[in-house]
């Protein structure tokens, strides 16, 4: 207690002074604290000073993203578009804007759907509904159509978090939608087409080869791919071929032609090929593209029309046609090379008579071996044809000799001497040839053809199996004919005919038992001309028949007569044409009964004709031959030899008498091939019961041989010529004068 008594003042004034000393401390805090407000306050407002500063920042950057992010907006090189979930536009940019060609507040508001071509509007509504419908981007392609022109669009789309609008991305793929579409169309083509597609790569090795070689070729593409063209190679052309193909292809890119290929089966084809070459920038080779379509076919046909329509299908000559044109073309070179040409214009003897009587088979197979025939006697370079019928023509071009035709033609009449074998019958077919030269003769075709054609009837005229040149004498042979002919239609009128007779001698005894009526023209101006002229003239102008009714009319007349005065039995033949018989005016009847008139029994007359004549097959030769027989009169077959010899028909016309050619009498010597050939005529027509007469005997020899090997009558100069009906008179015997009974 002590120690509070001792060292404290009063106990007010401590009091006082911790009063005192409390305010003073709570003075100090009060201060203390407000300093410590005051700063924390100044700190604060730092604090927002620099977030306001912060915020002004960012807003600033804020807005110049914004800006920037509307410029890129704007500029971005894809249009963009933002689409309201209703599909309307709610902006685009500018790329945008000339992607529809459109202001931009023309495009805002409007229904995208409506510049969606019409094809393309479900597609663009279905894309727009995935968008709205499902999270990420969408894609599709679509045809825009603003203002009508169609543009390929590739459209990316993400709609807004809210899913009230989206963000459309759009490219324009026109290009590449176009190329793409051309490239499905080469595939397509490529695979699609008919023709053969290989390509080659810069070391010609094949790259790539398409269905339809396969199909042509028969390579599958795995068997193709790795090797060369040459797969394809035929054996139908050298190295030289090739070697210039390559050439061109090498020169020019390109190669197109024809070519023989060959197959994996060997087969070979025609093809149409084009090769062309594909460069690259610098100009280097990079790719070989070969089409190739088979042509085989369609050559085939070609040629077959051209064969139809040039080639005879009978012996495959060039027919008409075709050897004008040849003709043509060979007269042409001629002329340019200032060469000779010879045009030889052939025509079979007696061909109607073989094809009448044995069938056009048999006609045909006679032109075939014919043709073969002739073959065999000309070059390479001359050209046979068949213009028609039994017509043959020749052209010899590069003449260097007359001799040489004269060669030719020489060897086809020899190679046409030899027998025919047709069917079962064996006969003999002789050529007539006539030849013109070109410039000699005529310098046109026109004029040649007809020069050759003179001169082949110049042939026939000399008598068969001949060749004739064309001559100007020919050419006045040919106008004189057309004179003759109009001459011999007044002849008979005034006069100018009379008949001359030979007589036919029996070679036992040397008596003349018949004659032949031959007769004769006395031409005014000319003089006699030979029947052997005239006659074919009047055939040929149907005089014939009025001419021969009045030879039949003078020898009944003169054998009337001859009868009575010299012998009982006597009997004239009477030559009779072809062209007579097939003449309707030429009435038998007329004959008969004049015979009557006269009280001539038929036998009075032999009617002669020739072979051709009996190989007539058709019904008015036969009526008329049997009309003789009735009527009692006879037949002689005259010229026997010379044509073609038919047993059978000798037998079915019931012929009396058969005459032995003279061209097998005239060389008649004992043992030679044509007395051979007289005793077999002799004795066959001795079986057949027929008589035979010897035309043309001139030697006591030759009337000797064959009154040896039996010939019954003889005919020929030797005994007399033919004679006028006076001077025969003299010819019989006086002491033979008695009227005799008549036959
Ligand atoms: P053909 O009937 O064969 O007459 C025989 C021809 O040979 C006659 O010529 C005759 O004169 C001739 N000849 C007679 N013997 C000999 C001889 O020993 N040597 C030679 N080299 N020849 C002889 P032709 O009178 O010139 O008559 C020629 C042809 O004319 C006849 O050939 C006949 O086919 C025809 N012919 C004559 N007269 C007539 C007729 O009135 N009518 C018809 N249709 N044709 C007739
Ligand atoms: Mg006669
Ligand atoms: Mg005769």
Redesign the pocket.
């Known amino acids: 207690m002590k120690k509070r008594h001792d060292g404290s003042k009063s106990g007010s004034e401590l009091r006082q002074r911790a009063e005192r000393q409390l305010v003073d401390a709570t003075l100090t805090s009060a201060i203390e604290s407000q300093h410590r407000l005051m700063h924390e306050l100044q700190v604060h407002q730092i604090e927002l000073q620099m977030q306001n500063e912060a915020l002004r920042e960012a807003r600033a950057s804020a807005e110049q993203a914004l800006l920037r992010y509307a410029e890129l907006f704007d500029f971005a090189p894809l249009a963009y578009f933002t689409l309201n979930r209703d599909g309307s536009v709610q902006q685009t940019n500018f790329k945008g804007e000339r992607m529809l060609a459109m202001e931009r507040r023309n495009i805002t508001g409007r229904r995208f759907a409506n510049i969606v071509a019409s094809d393309y509007r479900p597609v663009f509504t279905g894309f727009l509904e995935k968008v709205f419908a499902n999270p990420g981007t969408q894609h599709c392609e679509i045809v825009l159509e603003p203002g009508g022109h169609a543009t390929w669009v590739s459209i990316e789309a993400i709609a807004d978090s809210d899913r009230q609008s989206c963000l459309a991305a759009m490219v324009d793929i026109s290009e590449r939608k176009n190329y793409e579409q051309e490239l499905q169309l080469a595939a397509t083509v490529y695979l699609a087409i008919e023709e053969a597609i290989l390509v080659t790569d810069s070391n010609d090795k094949i790259i790539a080869v398409n269905p339809a070689f396969t199909k042509l070729t028969g390579y599958s593409a795995a068997e193709a791919i790795g090797q060369t063209m040459s797969l394809l190679k035929s054996s139908r052309y050298d190295e030289a071929f090739f070697t210039e193909l390559w050439k061109q292809l090498n020169n020019t890119g390109q190669w197109q032609g024809e070519i023989w290929s060959r197959q994996k089966n060997g087969a070979e084809y025609l093809a149409r090929l084009s090769i062309t070459t594909v460069y690259d920038d610098q100009g280097r080779e990079i790719r070989r593209v070969a089409m190739a379509s088979d042509i085989t076919e369609q050559r085939r046909a070609e040629q077959l029309i051209h064969q139809q329509a040039n080639i005879d299908p009978l012996t495959g000559l060039p027919n008409r046609r075709m050897f004008l044109d040849r003709l043509q073309c060979a007269i042409n070179k001629s002329h340019r090379e200032h060469q000779k040409l010879a045009l030889m214009f052939m025509d079979l003897d007696r061909f109607k008579d073989i094809n009448d009587t044995l069938g056009h088979d048999v006609g045909d197979s006679l032109l075939k071996e014919t043709t073969q025939r002739l073959m065999s006697c000309i070059r390479e370079t001359d050209t046979l044809a068949r213009p028609g019928g039994d017509e043959f023509t020749l052209i010899l071009s590069e003449l260097h000799g007359l001799n040489s035709i004269e060669r030719v033609a020489q060897a086809m009449l020899g190679t046409m001497m030899a027998p025919f074998q047709l069917k079962d019958e064996r006969c003999y077919v002789s050529v007539s040839i006539g030849i013109a030269l070109y410039p000699d003769d005529a310098d046109t075709m026109e004029e040649l053809l007809k020069k050759a054609d003179q001169a082949m009837y110049a042939a026939k005229d000399k008598g068969r199996s001949q060749f004739c040149f064309f001559t100007s004498a020919m050419q006045e042979a040919s106008e004189t004919r057309l004179r003759l002919t109009n001459d011999l239609r007044h002849a008979l009128a005034d006069n100018q005919f009379w ?2 007779y ?1 007589p036919i001698v029996d070679l036992a005894t040397g008596a003349i038992k018949k004659a ?4 004769r023209w006395q031409h005014p101006t000319r003089g006699l001309v ?3 002229e005239f ?1 074919p003239i009047a055939e040929d102008s149907g005089l ?1 028949t009025e ?2 009714s009045w ?1 039949f009319h003078q020898v009944a007349d003169q054998v009337a007569k001859w009868r009575i005065k010299h012998h009982a039995l006597f009997q004239i033949s ?4 072809p062209a ?1 018989f097939h003449n309707n005016s030429d009435k038998m009847a007329d004959w008969v009964e004049h015979l009557n008139r006269l009280g001539l029994p038929g036998g009075c007359i032999a009617v ?1 004709i020739t072979e051709g004549l009996l190989l007539d097959n058709s019904s008015i030769v036969a009526d008329k031959l049997l009309a003789f027989k009735d009527a009692g009169m006879q037949t002689s077959l ?2 026997f030899g010379t044509g073609y010899s038919s047993l059978s028909y000798l037998k079915k016309y019931h012929i009396d008498f058969l ?1 032995i050619d ?1 061209a097998f009498v ?1 060389n008649l010597v004992a043992n030679s091939t044509d007395m051979t050939l007289c005793e077999a005529i002799i004795a066959m027509a001795h079986v057949l019961g027929m008589k035979v007469i010897a ?4 030697t006591e020899e030759q009337r000797d041989l064959l009154f040896k090997a039996g010939c019954d009558y003889g ?4 005994f007399s ?2 004679v006028s009906a006076e001077e025969f008179e003299t010819l019989f015997p006086v002491t033979n004068t008695e009227p005799g009974a008549s036959s």
Do not use: C, R, T
Not at 516 to 519: C, D
Not at 574 to 577: F, G, M, Q, R, Y
């Open positions: 008949v001359a030979q032949e009526a031959l007769i030979s029947p052997a006659i014939i001419i021969g030879v009477i030559n009779k044409s007579q002669e005259d010229d005459k003279q005239s035309e043309g005997i001139e005919q020929g100069y030797l010529k033919a």
